[in-house]
């Protein structure tokens, strides 16, 4: 009890960390369940990082064509991921997809239409049949939207602007966590028979990157630090087409619905790059000439053009082009759909694409092409879960959203990230209720441990070094940038491991001015600590993994390796930090691998 | 929008941004080198990683999309980041100043609970039974209108921004502001959702207290069209629904044919 009188404390069964997709499906369900729910999110409510979704949620509705199924969705999602996918969860995925956009119309969504009324659905790369659910290119906006607005009435207590930091035990088991509120800086414990992890991405490590300040690794640092394993760290998803010019655009995507609707990739001669750049593996469904390409968009049984290959294919031309001299500019390739849809056409399907090139970059996309190069995007890898349930390897701890890992493999295919969020969301508030529900009294909190976090957490206004936590993010992302980006080799690497001992050794000398009322430069000294974790996760991963696959290419092994291909890349904890091993990846049932290996 | 260069490359950038909080503040000036193609928000982020370390300000997206920065830049509310410098003269001190319209936390910073706290209030989504094959249609001529009003980012520029509240704090418990008329217009205007919010709209949301002066529309940076697309038409329900003696009739016999006055 002196613990309880020393901080606020709330009680819950089911505790779900971040309010993204997965978070809000996770609490809906949980709640849905009869477990008292809290939700907490660093941000308000809304804004969290699902809201930039653009292009749309993956899902076999056989709206436009029949001929896709779950089976169909399913390869793509395994190729795309270069088999090193969890089988079970691309499964459970390409199942349970169309249930979960059915539902978010039955909560009010509207999804662009077809003709006869049902939802419509777009080509995007690495799917063989037009198939995101979408509105116009803010799908995400729709999703979160939907899902908040029904929270909203589900009796779920939600804590914006709260900050969890440490996940706490008792024994074995998960028995809340601690944290602070960002407004008044002052601590608050969360007493819980469950917690679901659904923290998102983690690359604000990287200097060109897509990701939000939220995106800080916190979630899969602290399930490291609660003892979880993490996978497939080393599988860092760059997108090809991020905008480059002027500088403060950097890190803003453009959707690749632009190339499902007409848009294609050209280098400074005007050539249409993408396809010297086909890999055997997708030679059989990829078109080999433009005529045979261009075709594709009106008769979707011709082979698709390549400028759709999986985003890691793509962007390792796009580095390569650039790489050739054949760049544009400013460092990045054209990208052109001014010169193949009509004004009208473009501002339709396209208006937040418009409207962003109009207001933050001068160019009108309906008549120049715009320029665009590989960011840093999406994190494949992360806390390891069971497919089924998405129980971590703690108990009472489950996870589902990007902070999980399995789904995607080497490689995420556009769209499956919504369909994620809300396939395992809801997977996850299910069973950490029916978890949490079976549990009898609520698990102990350990004062010890409280009073270790907290210490941790009051430190930065303790210290007496001279560092700006600002800096150190400058200096962490500059070294992730160059040493732990889209091409990698083993020296870059090790040098990289150097560095990150070196920024963990300034950390410890940031002081922090001001008090602790909302404020910026005391989070980020916190946040760095995770951030600093995720990185050193990622780069002994990819020291690991010595072979080429997906979001993971090496100079020095540029090949694929099929005994890679059977092995997960494996981070734990250990008493002095942490270390990787390989493990073997679950055997796909022989039906299933028929369905993977049949030609298209 | 006037574009200028001179601000816009090399030089200094001088920019005053209030300091405080609850109990009081001051504007505090502050020069930081220019670059080119800079956001306000950029230029705040640069003043915040080299000289105010503890400066609050909130963001997340920086592309528009998620409504966090909203701040008041020279006096005009907008979105930090998708204002650039180039839209101001070169040299021009361009001031920061908080939300006017909710009551301050830190710096940039305020409580814009008001807004979840009216959410609550809007009765939820609640569709009528599905077709007969088990679908869902609606026809995209008939979403476009609500699509229209789901690209709300949720910034509370045009809350911040309505008269109605902004000088009349009182006027709070009364007012839900133009945010949650389009809310609620969308939900009113949802080809599926059976529910009924015209009492919501005549007593709690104070749908009558708004006079038109489209300063809401007029600072939505998605352009939607607030005023004539969601209040006007609200406005023109609330009357048919209470005041034709057809819709009251209906309303009596079949519990609830809404009047659909402006379909």
Same mark, same amino acid.
């Given at each position: ?72 969705? !399913? ?18 995925? #390409? ?29 995007? +790369? ?6 995101? #659910? ?55 414990? !969360? ?13 604000? *490590? ?10 800080? +690794?916190?979630?899969?640092? *602290?399930?490291? $630090? ?6 497939? *760290? ?40 993408? !396809? ?151 997977? #996850? ?45 400058? $200096? ?101 930090? *942490? ?22 | ?7 816009? @490359? ?102 814009? @609970? ?5 959410? =609550? ?14 679908? %869902? %249609? ?12 789901? =690209? ?61 002066? =489209? ?35 209906? %309303? ?12």
């Amino acid at each position: 009890m002196v613990v309880e009188s020393r901080f606020e404390t709330h009680e819950y069964d089911v505790v779900v960390i971040g309010a993204g997709g997965a978070g809000l499906r996770a609490a809906i369900e949980a709640s849905a369940q009869g477990a008292r729910t809290a939700l907490v999110c660093k941000s308000l409510l809304g804004k969290a990082h699902t809201v930039m979704a653009e292009g749309g949620i993956a899902a076999a509705l056989r709206n436009v064509w029949q001929e896709d199924s779950w089976e169909v969705h !399913f390869r793509d999602t395994m190729r795309g991921g270069k088999l090193l996918n969890n089988w079970r969860m691309a499964q459970i995925h #390409a199942q349970e997809a169309p249930d979960r956009v059915l539902e978010l119309e039955e909560w009010g969504a509207l999804f662009d239409r077809t003709k006869e009324g049902l939802i419509l659905q777009r080509d995007f +790369g690495g799917h063989r049949y037009a198939r995101l #659910a979408h509105v116009g290119d803010r799908t995400g906006l729709e999703m979160i939207r939907t899902l908040q607005q029904h929270a909203v009435h589900k009796g779920i207590d939600v804590y914006m602007e709260c900050n969890v930091q440490k996940l706490l035990k008792d024994g074995e088991r998960i028995s809340g966590a601690i944290g602070y509120w960002r407004e008044s800086g002052k601590f608050v414990l !969360f007493r819980a028979k469950a917690v679901v992890l659904a923290t998102g991405g983690i690359l604000k *490590m990287y200097q060109i990157t897509s990701n939000s300040w939220e995106c800080t +690794g916190d979630g899969v640092s *602290m399930a490291l $630090d609660a003892g979880a394993d993490l996978i497939d *760290m080393e599988m860092v998803q760059f997108h090809p087409t991020g905008m480059i010019w002027p500088p403060s655009v950097r890190g803003i995507l453009v959707t690749e619905g632009v190339r499902g609707d007409g848009g294609t990739l050209k280098n400074s001669e005007g050539r249409r790059f993408m !396809f010297d750049y086909i890999p055997e593996f997708f030679k059989a469904e990829t078109a080999e000439t433009e005529e045979e390409a261009d075709a594709w968009y009106d008769d979707k049984t011709k082979r698709r053009t390549p400028d759709l290959l999986p985003r890691d294919e793509v962007a390792r031309a796009i580095n390569a082009e650039v790489k050739a001299g054949r760049g544009s500019p400013h460092g990045g390739v054209y990208l052109d759909i001014a010169s193949r849809r009509d004004p009208e056409y473009i501002r339709r399907r396209l208006p937040s694409m418009y409207q962003q090139f109009m207001e933050l970059a001068d160019v009108d996309i309906t008549k120049t092409p715009m320029e665009v190069g590989p960011t840093a995007h999406y994190q494949m890898g992360g806390v390891r879960v069971e497919a089924d349930t998405t129980a971590t390897t703690v108990l009472g701890l489950f996870a589902a959203g990007e902070v999980a890992a399995g789904m995607h493999g080497a490689n995420r295919l556009g769209g499956n990230s919504l369909s994620d969020l809300v396939v395992f969301g809801r997977r #996850a508030g299910l069973y950490a209720a029916q978890y949490a529900l079976e549990q009898g009294e609520m698990p102990a909190v350990d004062d010890a441990e409280l009073e270790a976090a907290t210490t941790a957490m009051l430190a930065p206004f303790e210290g007496d070094g001279n560092e700006n936590p600002y800096t150190i993010h400058a $200096d962490l992302e500059t070294c992730m940038q160059n040493l732990v980006g889209i091409i990698r080799t083993e020296s870059e690497l090790v040098q990289a491991l150097d560095e990150l001992a070196t920024l963990k050794a300034r950390l410890g000398q940031v002081t922090v001015q001001g008090n602790r009322q909302y404020n910026p430069g005391w989070h980020l000294a916190l946040d760095l600590h995770h951030m600093l974790a995720v990185a050193e996760s990622i780069t002994r991963s990819a020291i690991e993994r010595k072979e080429s696959r997906g979001g993971h290419t090496r100079d020095d092994f540029p090949a694929t390796d099929a005994t890679f291909g059977k092995v997960n890349v494996v981070t734990r904890r250990t008493d002095d930090g *942490m270390a990787v091993c390989q493990e073997p990846l679950p055997e796909i049932p022989d039906e299933l691998k028929a369905i993977i290996e049949e030609k298209s | 929008m006037a574009t200028h260069h001179g601000a816009d @490359s090399g030089g200094q950038v001088t920019m005053r941004i209030w300091r405080g909080d609850a109990s009081g503040g001051t504007f505090e000036e502050y020069q930081t080198p220019a670059a080119e193609g800079m956001v306000v928000l950029d230029v705040v982020h640069q003043i915040q990683a080299t000289q105010a370390p503890d400066l609050a300000v909130r963001w997340n997206c920086k592309a528009g999309r998620c409504g966090s920065c909203s701040a008041e830049v020279n006096g005009k509310p907008r979105l930090m980041c998708m204002t650039r410098m180039n839209h101001y003269a070169p040299g021009e001190t361009i001031t920061i100043a908080p939300l006017k319209t909710f009551p301050p936390i830190k710096d940039l910073v305020t409580n814009v @609970s008001f807004n979840y706290e009216k959410a =609550k209030q809007v009765p939820a989504f609640k569709p009528g039974p599905k077709e007969a094959d088990g679908t %869902r %249609r609606m026809y995209q001529e008939d979403v476009d209108r609500v699509q229209e009003f789901h =690209k709300c980012i949720e910034c509370f520029l045009c809350q911040n921004v309505c008269h109605v509240i902004r000088d009349h704090e009182d006027n709070k418990p009364a007012f839900a502001g133009p945010r949650l008329f389009v809310r609620l217009a969308a939900l009113e205007m949802h080809p599926l959702d059976t529910n009924d919010r015209v009492e919501l709209l005549k007593q709690k949301a104070g749908l009558g207290y708004c006079n038109i002066t =489209k300063c809401c529309t007029d600072v939505c940076p998605e352009s939607i069209k607030i005023t004539d697309n969601a209040i006007i038409p609200l406005k023109e329900r609330v009357v048919t629904e209470y005041h034709d003696p057809v819709v009251w009739l209906i %309303r009596k016999l079949t519990g609830n044919g809404r009047a659909k006055s402006d379909e």
